[in-house]
């Protein structure tokens, strides 16, 4: 691996430390769970990423996704990630500050995770 690949991944990897916040840190999906909140949180109108709990849906089996869901008033965002049984909901807090640049910014996101799953 060349020096300025190591670099990119190293950003990358405080980018992540730097953005992800709040009480839970747990992110659902393991290693894919964590590559998902990863891209996001690369996006440079991401400002921090807050994780909530970790709920149980009633139907079993089903693989692991993800979606961008629409923007609040102020343009902050919701990440739904789902795997199994379980789903977790994610805060995307974003640096714009109306409803129409949120939704630029879902939809942006949105064909990032349809290329990555």
């Known amino acids: ?3 300025s690949a190591e670099i990119s991944l190293d950003s990358g990897k405080s980018s992540l430390k730097s953005k992800l916040g709040g009480a839970h840190t747990t992110i659902i999906g ?3 769970g964590k590559k998902i909140v990863k891209l996001v949180s690369q996006h440079s109108e991401i400002k921090k990423i807050i994780p909530s709990v970790i709920s149980v849906k ?3 089996g089903g693989k692991f996704s993800g979606k961008v869901l629409r923007a ?17 909901e994610l805060r995307l807090v974003t640096t714009v500050g109306a409803a129409e640049e949120g939704d630029r910014i ?3 996101l949105n064909e990032i995770l349809n290329e990555a799953l």
Request: net charge neutral; charged share 30%; no cysteine.
């Open 72 to 88: 609040d008033a102020r343009g902050n965002l919701r990440l739904l990630l789902s795997e199994g049984r379980s789903f977790q």
């Open 30 to 32: 393991g290693r894919t």
């Open 1 to 3: 691996m060349t020096e």
């Open 106 to 108: 879902m939809n942006e």
């Open 58 to 60: 009633g139907t079993a």
